[in-house]
């Protein structure tokens, strides 16, 4: 089984920036891809981006410009930079990741979320 704790969240004013980090833990061979994901009260949850072990990134287009994802593959974490920060960025914030275990078996995580809540 593999888990994923996520830190970092908070709340800021507009214009602000936070970081978020996702470690991922258990028995991982490999992590394919790893990526945030974000759900406000009242909508679906939506793509943030994404990062594959390559380093090949996907962001959503509202969020290309101020947010900057990485990942370290060696302890197996994604990070989150977010700047610029909008209330309607205001939302909990969930990391997943996609690999495969020492098993030899697929696995696609989520972690608990961390709220990020931005005033104006």
């Known amino acids: 089984q593999v888990q994923l704790v996520e830190s970092g969240g908070g709340s800021v004013r507009a214009g602000g920036s936070l970081r978020l980090s996702c470690a991922a833990s258990?028995?991982?061979?490999?992590?394919?891809?790893m990526g945030w994901y974000r759900q406000a009260p009242g909508k679906q949850r939506e793509l943030v981006a994404t990062?594959?072990?390559?380093?090949?990134?996907n962001y959503a287009d509202s969020m290309k410009g101020r947010f900057t994802i990485s990942r370290d593959n060696a302890k197996n974490t994604v990070y989150l930079q977010m700047n610029s920060l909008k209330p309607e960025d205001t939302a909990i914030y969930s990391c997943?990741?996609?690999?495969?275990?020492?098993?030899?078996?697929?696995?696609?995580?989520w972690g608990q979320g961390t709220q990020v809540t931005v005033s104006s």
């Open positions: 990062i594959t072990s390559g380093g090949s990134t």
């Open positions: 997943n990741a996609e690999g495969i275990t020492m098993a030899q078996l697929g696995f696609r995580s």
């Open positions: 258990g028995f991982i061979f490999m992590i394919k891809t």
